[in-house]
């Protein structure tokens, strides 16, 4: 009986309080939504060397946890992508989190590709990194949703949202919202 009584509240649950996910109203202001502490999303201009990218965070000292988008193309022979892989798979920044890299030949010109995610980019990995592209005689793609998760001070992420945003290479910053459900 208990079990009935459970699935009948479950069914006039869902046929009366349908679910949309938690977006920003335009009427509502900028930050409505809880956000993660410390954490600052920035997305940064298509054309932007990764070096400016790390002195961009390096300037302030922000920690950089996580790099998508910046992909490259590599000027080595085709039959070289198992040495790319093999040196690209050794790096300790791109194997983390259950990623690994995404090294590849393009289906559309046949050109070899490295487009991994990045993580926990101290100065180290990113000195590693600099000396690793040239290399595998690596030049930056044209990825056009580059974006950096960086570690601000907690307290400060607004802060830092409305200087970043000022700077030439920035696209975009935004607060780590936290995800939610309204029930209507």
Excluded: H
């Excluded at 920003?24 to 930050?31: I, T, V």
């Excluded at 922000?62 to 070289?80: C, H, R, T, W």
């Excluded at 980019?121 to 949703?145: E, F, H, I, K, N």
């Amino acid at each position: 009986m208990k079990n009935v009584t459970c699935a009948w509240l479950l069914l006039l649950l869902l046929a009366f309080g349908g679910c949309q996910k938690a977006t920003p109203d335009p009427a509502e202001p900028e930050d409505a939504y809880p956000f993660v502490a410390g954490d600052l999303l920035v997305g940064i201009k298509v054309g932007v060397p990764i070096e400016q990218v790390f002195q961009l965070a390096n300037a302030q000292q922000f920690v950089i946890n996580q790099m998508n988008g910046f992909d490259y193309v590599s000027a080595l022979p085709k039959d070289s992508l198992a040495y790319v892989q093999r040196v690209v798979r050794a790096k300790p920044y791109f194997n983390q989190r259950g990623f690994t890299p995404y090294t590849y030949l393009s289906a559309v010109d046949g050109s070899l590709r490295e487009a991994s995610t990045f993580f926990s980019m101290d100065l180290a990995s990113q000195q590693d990194w600099l000396a690793t592209v040239p290399q595998l005689r690596l030049t930056a793609g044209t990825g056009d949703y580059r974006n950096v998760q960086l570690k601000v001070p907690a307290g400060q992420e607004k802060f830092w949202r409305a200087e970043l945003r000022k700077n030439p290479v920035v696209k975009w910053t935004e607060l780590n919202t936290i995800g939610g459900v309204k029930l209507y």
